[in-house]
C-alpha cells in the first residue's frame, strides 16, 4: 500500500514553467513504477509520463516530450515532474500513479495507486 499526495498546480500563462511534486508514503517508495496522468475536462485521464524505479529509463507522451522533465529522489520518497514551455492545451488536473513491478506502463489502467491530483491551468 501506499499513499500519494501531489502539489505544485497552479494557474501560469503560456510559455511559463512549473514544477510538479508527488511524495508517497511508505519506506519501499523505491519498488514502484511511477507515472504522471493528466485528466482535461471531457477527456479520458491520459499519459504524460513515467519512470523506472530507479530512475535511469523515462518515458513522455509526444505531446510533452521536449518539455516535460519527469525525475526522482527515492532518498525522498519523491517523484517530480518539472513542465516548461506551458501551453493552454496542458490544462488539466494531474495525477501522480504508482505500479509495482518493473515494467513501465502507460496505461492508467495498469496502475494501482493514485494521489487525488492537482490542478494546472495555462492562460493564453
Known amino acids: 500500500q501506499v499513499q500519494l499526495v501531489e502539489s505544485g498546480g497552479g494557474l501560469v500563462q503560456a510559455g511559463s514553467s512549473l514544477p510538479l511534486s508527488c511524495v508517497a508514503s511508505?519506506?519501499?517508495?523505491?519498488?514502484?513504477?511511477m507515472g504522471w496522468f493528466r485528466q482535461a475536462p471531457g477527456k479520458e485521464r491520459a499519459f504524460v509520463a513515467a519512470?523506472?524505479?530507479?530512475?535511469?529509463?523515462?518515458y513522455y507522451a509526444d505531446s510533452v516530450k521536449g518539455r516535460f522533465t519527469i525525475s526522482r529522489d527515492n532518498g525522498k520518497n519523491t517523484v517530480y515532474l518539472q513542465m516548461n514551455s506551458l501551453k493552454p492545451e496542458d490544462t488539466a488536473v494531474y495525477y501522480c500513479?504508482?505500479?509495482?513491478?518493473?515494467?513501465?506502463?502507460?496505461?492508467?489502467?495498469?496502475?494501482?495507486?493514485w494521489g487525488q491530483g492537482t490542478q494546472v491551468t495555462v492562460s493564453s
Open positions: 500513479a504508482a505500479n509495482r513491478g518493473e515494467s513501465i506502463p502507460t496505461s492508467a489502467f495498469d496502475y494501482a495507486y
Open positions: 511508505g519506506r519501499t517508495f523505491s519498488s514502484f513504477v
Open positions: 519512470i523506472a524505479r530507479s530512475g535511469t529509463t523515462t
